[in-house]
């Protein structure tokens, strides 16, 4: 329960014109401050002011990026009871709402034709890289096999593209997903706003920094993330942290090669892992492998992909 004042401040902080306006565009997704101000035509200053308002009556919350921060609409507790009665009772065809929605599908489709010219500056070598190992689609099923059925919550470690986060969409409750490229976070949240899923965020971060992420996920996916790393057992162990009572890691990595290019043009670090390895590493971090399974190649000097699902040891 809160307090009286607290609930008068909650009130206070939505009955404004323009907070209005920025909670039913917080509706359609995450955005920046720097997106609000476009939208809404308004000053950095006057669009922060507002959203500090609405951040201190947690009606919004904030993730800050660098010199970036990033608001998405609270739907816990009081406040986020508050968000969706407004979200709900509010005439969305009314004229500033629409023409913010208008800016707000401009704004979006800007940003996903800058995701897609940025891809198709790595593209060759990504097709490169896909062409040397069996088809995704394959490994895919076999992901979407192994988390089975829906968890609460879901960390992706190195989410990229958020290829995984948009696979799982029906698997998870929420989710973050966290990587150290701008760049493909910014891929991450065009392909998030173009297949509509708001109940997933990305944020950037290092997997090998993940306090703010103990204790707090049912599922933690490493995919095509380990062999970044000269020592694996690291960023696995962090993500064992990471994990409830009961919950699961998933590993999709290649199993070892001798594709030196990877190593000098990919920035790869290890140049595979095998199932020993993995065994050691997720000993030492406290994980049992309870499902392993290989993929063999398209082609004979291809890549063979693994996949591990990892729990708690008993």
């Known amino acids: 329960m809160r307090k009286p004042q607290d609930i008068v401040g909650i009130l206070k902080a939505a009955g404004e014109s323009t907070r209005l306006r920025i909670l039913a565009l917080l509706a359609q997704g995450e955005l920046s401050v720097k997106d609000l101000t476009e939208i809404l035509d308004q000053s950095q200053p006057r669009v922060s002011r507002h959203l500090k308002l609405l951040a201190d009556a947690e009606m919004v919350t904030r993730h800050a990026e660098g010199a970036w921060a990033y608001f998405r609409l609270n739907r816990e507790a009081a406040s986020g009871a508050l968000n969706d009665w407004i979200v709900s009772h509010i005439d969305a065809d009314a004229t500033a709402l629409r023409g ?59 989410t990229g593209t958020g290829r995984m986060l948009e696979l799982l969409a029906g698997h998870y409750r929420r989710a973050v997903g966290l990587d150290s490229s701008r760049e493909m976070l910014a891929l991450a949240r065009a392909k998030l706003d173009a297949e509509q899923i708001d109940h997933a965020q990305v944020r950037l971060g290092d997997i090998t920094d993940l306090a703010d992420h103990a204790g707090s996920a049912d599922l933690v996916m490493l995919h095509q993330v380990l062999h970044y790393f000269d020592d694996p057992g690291v960023p696995l162990g962090r993500a064992g942290a990471c994990l409830r009572p009961g919950g699961r890691i998933v590993v999709v990595d ?53 996949l591990w699902v990892l729990a708690q040891a008993a």
Not at 112 to 128: E, L, V
């Open 100 to 158: 913010d929605r208008d800016k707000l599908a401009a704004l979006r489709a800007m940003q996903r034709q800058r995701a897609a010219d940025f891809f198709s500056t790595i593209a060759g070598d990504w097709d490169r890289l896909r062409s040397l190992h069996v088809p995704e689609a394959a490994v895919e099923e076999a992901i979407l096999a192994a988390v089975g059925g829906e968890v609460e919550s879901f960390l992706d470690l190195g």
């Open 254 to 306: 290649f199993a070892p090669h001798d594709h030196e290019f990877l190593r000098s043009e990919q920035a790869h670090r290890r140049l595979g892992l095998s199932d020993q390895q993995m065994e050691v590493w997720g000993r030492n971090a406290g994980l049992d492998i309870h499902h392993a399974r290989q993929f063999p190649p398209r082609a004979e000097d291809g890549l063979t992909v693994c």
